[in-house]
C-alpha cells in the first residue's frame, strides 16, 4: 500500500483537510487525523492530472472531490502513470538533441537533399523542354553575341574533328556547336546550353594553337550536358523557393528555372563537382580519339591571361585534372 499526503477537497464545501491518501492495488482510501473522510473508491475511478514539473496536482473523484498533493513521484510510482509533458521537461538533454537533430536534418537537406532532388529534376526533365531551354537562353545571348568572324572552312575543320565526340553521344542529347564573335562580352569563352546546343566564341578559337585544344573544350561541355549540369545548377539556384509549386505540379514554374540559365550559365559557373565529372568526360572522350588529354589544359592556360573580360575559367574553375593534364605535356 501506499501512502500519499495532501489535501482533500470534497468538492461541496470550501472547507479542506490535511489527509492521506491510501492506494492499493485495486481501492483508494481518503483518511484525516479522525478517520475516513469518504467511502472506499475504486481506483479506476478516478483521473489524475498531467505532471508539471513539481507543482501539486490533483487526483480528482467523479462526485467532483479531489485531493491535492505535491507528492509527485509517490502519485507517479502509485498508479503507474508519467505524464509526458514532464518526461520532456526534466530531460533537457532530449530536448536539445532534438534540435540538434533538427538542425543536422536541415544542413543535409541543404546539402544533399537539394543537389539529389535538383539531379532528379534535371533528368527528368523531357527533351522537348530543354529544346525550349536552349532557344529562350540563345535568345537571351543573341543581343550580346555577334555573327562568328572565323571562315567557315576553318569552322567546318573543327567541325569535322569534333564529329566522333558528337556522334559518341546518346541520339537524345543533339550537340550542335555553334561560333560566335564573343567580342565585348564573352571573350574567349564556351558554354553548353541545356540540351546540347555549344555555343564556342572566336576569341577561343583564336588562342587555340592546335584544333585539337578546341576539341578538347567540347568534349568537356559535351560532358556538361551529358550530366545536365546546366539544368542541375538551375534546379538547384531556384528549387527552394519552387518546392511548392514542383509539389503541387505546377509545370508553369518550370520557365522559372529555365529564365536562371543565362546567369548560371555565364556567372555562377559550375561547382567543382561537375567540373570534375565534365573533366573525367573529356579524358576519356580524348582517350578514345587517341587525342592528348594535355589538349585539354593547354588552351586553358592561355585563356584569362590579361583578358579584361571574365572568361571560361570563371564559369569552368580549374581542376587538378587539367592542372594536371596540363603539365603532362
Ligand atoms: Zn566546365
Not at 550537340?175 to 571573350?187: C, K, T
Not at 529555365?258 to 548560371?264: E, F, H, Q, R
Not at 556567372?267 to 561537375?274: D, F, N, V
Request: hydrophobic share 45%.
Amino acid at each position: 500500500m501506499t501512502r500519499i499526503t495532501g489535501r482533500y477537497h470534497d468538492g461541496n464545501s470550501s472547507q479542506t483537510h490535511l489527509a492521506e491518501l491510501q492506494v492499493d492495488a485495486v481501492e483508494i482510501r481518503v483518511l484525516a487525523a479522525g478517520g475516513a473522510l469518504r467511502d472506499t473508491t475504486a481506483r479506476n475511478a478516478i483521473t489524475i492530472d498531467e505532471r508539471l514539473g513539481n507543482m501539486p496536482r490533483f487526483i480528482r473523484f467523479a462526485d467532483g472531490a479531489r485531493f491535492e498533493s505535491s507528492d509527485n513521484d509517490v502519485i507517479d510510482a502509485a498508479f503507474g502513470v508519467q505524464s509526458r509533458v514532464h518526461r520532456y521537461e526534466s530531460r533537457w538533454s532530449l530536448v536539445l538533441g532534438g534540435v540538434f537533430a533538427l538542425v543536422v536534418l536541415v544542413g543535409a537537406a541543404v546539402e544533399w537533399g537539394i543537389p539529389w532532388a535538383a539531379n532528379k529534376a534535371a533528368q527528368a526533365m523531357p527533351d522537348a523542354m530543354l529544346q525550349q531551354a536552349d532557344a529562350s537562353t540563345l535568345r537571351i545571348f543573341e543581343q550580346r553575341l555577334n555573327i562568328s568572324r572565323v571562315p567557315a572552312l576553318r569552322q567546318a575543320q573543327i567541325l569535322a574533328r569534333c564529329a566522333p565526340l558528337i556522334q559518341a553521344v546518346a541520339a537524345e542529347s543533339r550537340i550542335q556547336v555553334q561560333f560566335r564573335d564573343g567580342a565585348g562580352s564573352f571573350g574567349a569563352n564556351a558554354f553548353a546550353l541545356p540540351a546540347g546546343t555549344i555555343v564556342v566564341t572566336d576569341q577561343l578559337v583564336n588562342k587555340a594553337l592546335h584544333d585539337d585544344e578546341i576539341v578538347a573544350v567540347i568534349a568537356h561541355e559535351i560532358g556538361h550536358v551529358v550530366y545536365r549540369h546546366g539544368m542541375r545548377n538551375a534546379f538547384q539556384a531556384s528549387l527552394i523557393g519552387l518546392l511548392p509549386s514542383l509539389l503541387i505540379g505546377d509545370v508553369t514554374s518550370v520557365s522559372t528555372v529555365v529564365a536562371t540559365l543565362p546567369v548560371i550559365l555565364t556567372k555562377l559557373g559550375y561547382s567543382r563537382e561537375a567540373e570534375h565529372e565534365a573533366d573525367m568526360y573529356a579524358v576519356r572522350a580524348l582517350t578514345a580519339m587517341h587525342i592528348p588529354t594535355h589538349r585539354l589544359g593547354d588552351l586553358l592556360k592561355r585563356i584569362d591571361k590579361g583578358d579584361a573580360l571574365p572568361g571560361y575559367l570563371s564559369t569552368h574553375p580549374p581542376t587538378p585534372e587539367r592542372a594536371e593534364a596540363a603539365q603532362a605535356q
